[in-house]
């Protein structure tokens, strides 16, 4: 995801001296290069440590191990952007949804209650959940649902090149072309009124059958859509899950009383929105209190 810049450098150059010239970029390209130092020691450590393996025990020894067999295709290269890959896909966005989810919650007390509630009945206050208590918590699932859609944390997708010519269905027969790029507007699709009516509320409802049970949407786009959707959208799904009720669980949360800005500040002013990928809220500190459990 880091790279999703790289098809629009390709075509217009200029734009990676730019982006070295920003002091924000530098800090980015810095910490990456840092990440890739650690893959790189990760990567040696394994090999080191993998003398007659001929079984893999986790992902760098598989690829090792491939690399053995096809060099032409795995090397140490692509170890290191693989592995830096899952880092930077896999922490970033878990951890900030979990930001977005814990500020909802600020702003809907009612909601947090629910779930609360929910947590407690459906596992108690003696042990964390795991995902054997998934069933029996509808109500958070789709607390949950509702944070991945108002927050939209890729809000405009991952960059995609076209292969080959693609024909828009439904369009008056607009044609994309090869090597064209493209992506696609989660944010607003997330917010529209057409198929999530009041899209500026945060309605966990809209996510539930009259049953009560949850109903995944067929309209979000959380985790991008086709063949190179998230790869990590069930382990995401999973920290989520088990994160967010072990916290709900054990405490509840407030703003920060000597932070004057208003919840619409850390939730929507489109100014806080820095990043070229992610839609994470603005810097802010949370106070945790222990619930009486
Ligand atoms: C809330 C958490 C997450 C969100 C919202 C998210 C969202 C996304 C999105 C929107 C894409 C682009 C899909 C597209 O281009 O259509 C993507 C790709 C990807 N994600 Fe995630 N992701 C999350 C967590 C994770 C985790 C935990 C991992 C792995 C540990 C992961 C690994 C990846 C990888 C490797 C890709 C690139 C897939 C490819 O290009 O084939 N993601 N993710």
């Not at 949360?253 to 820095?274: A, I, Y």
Request: glycine letters at 4%.
């Amino acid at each position: 995801m880091f790279l999703t810049l790289m098809p629009v450098i390709e075509r217009f150059p200029f734009i990676a001296d730019l982006l070295f010239k920003t002091p924000a970029s530098k800090a980015a390209i810095d910490d990456f290069l840092r990440l890739q130092s650690y893959c790189n020691e990760q990567r040696d450590r394994h090999i080191a440590e993998m003398e007659g393996v001929d079984r893999a025990r986790d992902y760098i020894e598989a690829h090792l191990l491939y690399q053995r067999d096809q060099p032409e295709m795995f090397n140490n290269t692509r170890l290191t952007m693989a592995v830096s890959d899952l880092f930077v896909a896999g922490t970033d966005t878990t951890a900030n949804t979990l930001r977005w989810a814990i500020l909802y919650m600020i702003d809907n007390p009612d909601v947090c209650e629910k779930v609360h509630k929910e947590v407690v009945k459906a596992i108690g206050n003696d042990r964390l959940p795991t995902m054997q208590d998934k069933a029996a918590l509808p109500y958070t699932q789709a607390v949950l649902e509702e944070v991945n859609r108002k927050a939209s944390l890729a809000p405009m997708g991952v960059f995609h090149r076209v292969v080959d010519e693609v024909t828009l269905a439904n369009s008056g027969g607009w044609k994309l072309q090869p090597d064209s790029i493209c992506t696609f507007n989660t944010y607003a699709i997330h917010h529209d009124p057409a198929v999530f009516p009041q899209p500026e509320k945060f309605l966990p409802e809209r996510h539930l059958k009259e049953d009560g049970q949850f109903a995944a949407s067929p309209h979000l786009s959380t985790f991008g859509l086709g063949k190179r959707a998230c790869l990590g959208e069930s382990l995401a799904r999973m920290e989520l899950l088990v994160f967010f009720v072990a916290l709900v669980q054990r405490y509840s949360f407030s703003l920060d009383p000597e932070d004057s800005r208003t919840m619409w500040q850390l939730t929507e002013d489109p100014s806080f929105s820095k990043g070229t990928v992610l839609r994470s809220p603005p810097l802010h500190k949370i106070v945790f209190k222990a619930r009486n459990i």
